[in-house]
């Protein structure tokens, strides 16, 4: 099924990024798209270049008549983001993407699909082995790990690049320019735990909470989706109190830059009270669905019997447990005093995992303004530290500043506007692009963010739009034509 996306159009855009769904990149392992990107630079025959963290620049010359144009480095970044429904069997490392189509959209079966950031990998290629349109010199830059530490932006050295303006294609709304981001920082911490013996005369039960969207937690954070995490925790802490089940294992979320869709537990629950524990269950259901009935109706809550576990997680840590993540702040903290419509900062509790006498829970804050970042992330960490736990901060990024009077910004409205009738509108992003980042090696650079339009990325459910990826083509072709001289 998935070779029906290259008949699509425009065909350039479209057979580039079926070739990357064939090659499985998930961030931390990306060995393979490296390979391939090298081997699609130098078949070219155009310069290669892996740097000292694994960014692949690939460089064009201007086609006839451009030569004097300002250089244009075109931006993706190569890695994926894992995410499969609990009934998938993929493997991201070694499996290729099924995509398909379904009407105006590109979708994949049962895990994400990767147009974050594939589509803007795919028109960087179609940019670099066109004969046929025209441009000035071109630098491909295709970062690596953008997803779980920008650690490809984070280690680009300056001067490796020659180029005077940044067209990162990595958002998400055709139709809209993004000249700044939030920055971000990830605040985890560690409980350990003491294995205790299983009691007797309990049964063993498996909670799980599937069907919720999860989504970006940057871009989907404002849409009151529920955390399976918090949805989870409070079903426990209730449980807990009115029978006195034990924890013996949780497992939830699985990536700090995604809105945790699913949860599972496995407790034990006093032989006496497992009928009330299930219609117990059943309740919370019932009352969880009605809060998220508008944001997440697809909502699900189970109990179905299941093995003795080998053991319990000792008391104390539970308690502890239960009560950082009950405390522990989540989702929108303040929107943008400017812009309304935007969110200023955030927090998503994304993972919860416990195993080998540990339970590691990750979270990831946002922020245009830093103080407010910072602020945030030292009250979980408060949270996490007072609850027992063994807290940590680490891969702190910056914002991108926007900057109103980018020539390239007024550039590219103007030639969209030409093209499609109507002015783009100009955002500030909820999200970590790698811009922020890169232009503190190149401060000369003069950047912009833009993209087709991607639906539920970080998600199984994530889609691009088709006819809007013609327009995004359009729009970056119409952009280097008009790309001004140095």
Known sequence: MSEEIRNLEPKAIWNNFYKLTRIPRPSKHEEAIQAFMMKFGEDLGLETLKDQVGNIIIKKPATSGMEGRKGVILQAHLDMVPQKNSGTVHNFETDPIKAYVEGEWVK?????LGS???IGA????????ASDIVHGPIEALFTCDEETGMTGANGLKPGLLEGDILLNMDSEDEGELYIGCAGGIDTTAVFEYREEEVMPNVTPYKLSITGLK???SGLDIHLGRGNANKIMNALLMKATEKFGIRLASIDGGSLRNAIPRESFAVVVVPDSKKDEFKAFVAGYEKEAKEAFKTADPGLLISVERTVMPGSLIDKKTTEGLYQAVEKCPNGVIAMDKNMPDVVETSTNLAVIKSK?????LASLQRSAVDA???KVAQEIYKVFSEAGAKANHSGDYPGWKPDVNSPILKEMKSVYQARYGKVPEVKVIHAGLECGILGAAYPNWDMISFGPTIRNPHSPDEMVNIPTVGMFWEFLLETLKNIPAK
Do not use: F, S
Request: no cysteine; aromatic share 0%.
């Open 108 to 112: 994949a079966r049962g895990t994400t």
């Open 116 to 118: 974050d950031n594939g």
């Open 122 to 129: 795919a028109a960087a290629m179609a940019v670099l082995e």
């Open 214 to 216: 999860g989504g970006h």
């Open 356 to 360: 080998n006498g540990r339970i590691d």
């Open 372 to 374: 407010e970042k910072t």
